[in-house]
């Protein structure tokens, strides 16, 4: 809350805003109410004693300053890049689409959603998440299609992914298919879920946020979400 007060009242001066209706520490108070506990705008608009529309305004505001601050993959490859290797995964963020909007629906996880690749240290910390794709999209064309493979592979950094990044190549390491596996390949497979599900502890870091458990905001926005959510994170890290 003190770093987002920090960035609000920043901006605030740099636009030269005279008067709010709240002050800054209130206006990241609302907006942290909305992004970790899922809180609805009517919800926030009564207990803020404020209209809807100008909380809609503030969540907003607030969120877009701290997207600006989110890192790019480029930028997060020079931190991660001393490590040992990388753990690469999905994850699909509900949305509250119909079932007529067929790029939203994952048959993976069969409903709608957003799909984010997240990129986690050795130890499952959470060092950088993607731009949000329709739930559709296939997590290695989504990695594709955000360029992380390149980028691994220009980092010379070794990564490790599940079964739906098969065929990625270049530093990307995923366990053996198949059902009658040799012993030696059973025991890679059982080695590599062991290092793969470090990735969890990230992956709870993300849902903790109970607005990303169902998103009801336009799906244009919710990358800047994202990327807020990993900026506080980080802050509070």
Not at 19 to 45: E, F, S
Not at 116 to 124: A, N, Y
Not at 152 to 165: I, S
Request: some cysteine.
């Amino acid at each position: 809350m003190r770093f987002l007060t920090g960035q609000l009242t920043a901006r605030r001066q740099e636009i030269g805003a005279r008067w709010r209706r709240l002050p800054a520490a209130r206006q990241a108070l609302l907006a942290l109410a909305h992004l970790r506990c899922g809180d609805t705008y009517a919800q926030l608009a009564a207990g803020f004693d404020i209209g809807i529309a100008t909380v809609y305004r503030y969540i907003r505001e607030a969120v877009e300053a701290l997207a600006a601050l989110a890192m790019s993959l480029a930028e997060a490859m020079e931190t991660i890049r001393t490590k040992a290797f990388v753990i690469l995964d999905g994850t699909l963020l509900p949305i509250d689409r119909i079932a007529a909007e067929t790029p939203y629906y994952s048959r993976k996880h069969k409903r709608h959603g957003m799909n984010v690749q997240v990129l986690t240290d050795p130890f499952g910390r959470l060092r950088w998440a993607s731009p949000a794709l329709p739930g559709s999209t296939h997590d290695l064309t989504a990695a594709r299609q955000h360029g992380i493979i390149e980028a691994l592979a220009d980092a010379e950094l070794e990564c490790w992914a599940d079964k739906a990044y098969q065929d990625a190549g270049g530093p990307v390491r995923v366990p053996f298919r198949g059902r009658r596996l040799k012993r030696w390949k059973r025991r890679d497979n059982t080695t590599h879920a062991k290092i793969r599900c470090l990735d969890e502890r990230a992956m709870a870091i993300i849902k903790g946020w109970r607005l990303l458990r169902k998103l009801r905001c336009s799906t244009n926005r919710i990358t800047d979400v994202v990327k807020a959510v990993l900026v506080l994170h980080h802050a509070s890290a």
